[in-house]
C-alpha cells in the first residue's frame, strides 16, 4: 500500500512539474510569438542520439530557441562515436506546429556549395575550363553586358574574386521585389540586369569580395552548357545520385515533406514577421535549395568526408581558398571558418527568413549541422557550442 502511494505521488510530482515549466514558459514571455516558442518546450522530446548527450544537447538547443528568439531549430551532429539529431520549438508561429528534425528549411547560401559541385562536374565532364574567361560560356547576348567577361574566369567566380557587382543592393531590384508574387519565381536572365548599369567593386582577380551575382552568373553558365535548368543539374549530378529524396530547388521544383515557415525583423521594429509571401530571389543559383539535416549530412559526407563526389584532383582545386585576411577564406564555393569555428570548412546562409550552416571538421571528422527559421541569429557561436558539449562533457 506504501509503494502504490509512494508510485501516485512520484507520478503528481512529475505532472505538476511539466505543467510548472509550461506556465514558466508562458510568463516570461514578452510578446505572443516567443510565449508559442517556449510552451512548445515543454513537450519537446524531438531527438535521437547515440553519442550520449542527448539531455544536454537537448537543454543546449531548448535555450538556443528562447535566447535567440527563434521560433525553432535543428541540429546535427556526427561524429565518429555517434551522431545526435535533434529539433526544438514550431516550425511556423502561426500554426504552432512542433518542430521536427525531418523539417526542411531554405538553405540560403549554402546553396552556393551544391552549384559549385555541378559546375565541377562539369569541369569533370570537360565542358568547361576553371581559368577560361566566362564570355566562353555564357549566351551571346548576356555577355556583352558583363563588364570584364572577357577577363573573368570561371575559377573566380566561384571563389568570389571575380569583382562583379551585385543585383541584390540595387534600388530597382529591391523595389521589385516588393510587389513580386512567389508565383512569377525569378529567372537568372532577369536578376543579372539589375547589375547591367552597376560598376564592377574591384578587377577580376585582385580580391575577394563576397557577391552573390558570381553564382546568378555561373547558374547562366550551367543552363547554357546543359541546355537546361540548373534545379534540372543539381538533382542528374547531386540529388539522385546521393539519395537527397528531401531536397528540392525552391520555387522550381515541387515542394517536398514539411517546410518549416522563415522568419526574421523585417520592420526593425523587434518582432518577428514571415517571410512565407516574400520573394526576393528565390530558387536563384545563389540560395536555391530547401533541404533538411539529414539530407545534408549526406552532403557533406560524400564530399569531404568520403570524397566521392568529385575526384580528388577536383576536390584539391575545391579547397584552394582565398584568404580576405581577416582569417577568413573561401574556396571554390566553400569556406573556411574563423573562429569560433576555426579550421572548419563548408558553408552558411542568411536568407529569406533562415540562418543555417553546415561545418565539417577534417581533423575530428566530425559534422555538425544548424537550422534555424530566424535569419538574425550567431549561429556559428550556436555550432561551436554544441561541438564543445560532445566533445567536454
Sequence with gaps: MNLKLLAFRKILFAIVFVISLGFTGYLVANNISQRVIEKSLAKQVMSTSTVGKSSQLQKFLNEIVIEQKAPGAVMYIITPKGSWLGASGVNNLSTKTRMKPTDGFSIASMSKTFVAVVVLKLVEQGKIQLDRAIATYLPRDISPHIINSDKITVRQLLNHTSGVAEYLDTKEFIKATAKRSRSQPWTAREAIK?????????????????????????????????????????????????????????????TIGEVATGYGDRNKNGKLDS?????????????????????????????????????????????????NGEGYSYGLGVERFSSPLAKAIGHSGIAYGFTTLLAYLPNQDTTIIVLLNNQDVDIKSVARTGLDIVENH
Aim: glycine share 6%.
Design 275 to 323: 517571410y512565407a509571401k516574400v520573394n526576393d530571389g528565390n530558387g536563384l543559383g545563389d540560395g536555391a535549395l530547401v533541404s533538411t539535416a539529414q539530407d545534408l549530412a549526406k552532403f557533406a559526407k560524400a564530399l569531404f568526408a568520403k570524397k566521392t563526389l568529385l575526384s580528388p584532383k577536383t576536390i584539391k582545386e575545391m579547397l584552394k581558398f582565398k584568404d
Design 194 to 254: 539589375y547589375m547591367y548599369r552597376e560598376q564592377p567593386r574591384a578587377n577580376p582577380g585582385e580580391k575577394f569580395i563576397y557577391t552573390d551575382c558570381n553564382y546568378i552568373l555561373l547558374e547562366l553558365i550551367v543552363e547554357n552548357i546543359t541546355r537546361g535548368t540548373l534545379a534540372q543539374a543539381t538533382r542528374s549530378q547531386i540529388f539522385k545520385p546521393l539519395g537527397l529524396k528531401h531536397t528540392f530547388t525552391e520555387l522550381r521544383e515541387p
